[in-house]
């Protein structure tokens, strides 16, 4: 079991930044893969980003390649989204997953942090 808790979310405008801070406890933080995920007003949640559990490997989607980096430090049970050149169609909900890896996968999710990009 483990609880994840999403920080680093707020407003901003076109072309910032922001650092999306995701802190785990309960846990053995290295045995997951994280990622993040975002959800818009009246839209599925879409994966952003996923890292393995050594740091080693990273996914981004198509919509962020280049812009957003996914990292994690396992002495800190924390992973992270560092945002840049933000964009409207960036705003949404950032959801933390973390995922089980063996015989038997299950995810956790955080609670969400709020990212909102004004043009």
């Known amino acids: 079991h483990v609880q994840l808790v999403e920080s680093g979310g707020g407003l901003v405008q076109a072309g910032g930044s922001l650092r999306l801070s995701c802190a785990a406890s309960?846990?053995?933080?290295?045995?997951?893969?994280m990622g993040w995920f975002r959800q818009a007003p009246g839209k599925e949640r879409d994966v952003v980003a996923t890292i393995s559990r050594s740091g080693g490997g990273t996914y981004y989607a198509d919509s962020v390649k280049g812009r957003f980096t996914i990292s994690r430090d396992n002495a800190k049970n924390t992973v992270y989204l560092q945002m840049n050149s933000l964009k409207p169609e960036d705003t949404a909900v950032y959801y933390c997953?973390?995922?089980?890896?063996?015989?038997?996968?299950?995810?956790?999710w955080g609670q969400g942090t709020q990212v909102t990009v004004s043009s």
């Open positions: 997953k973390a995922s089980s890896v063996g015989t038997v996968s299950y995810d956790y």
């Open positions: 309960g846990g053995t933080f290295s045995s997951y893969a």
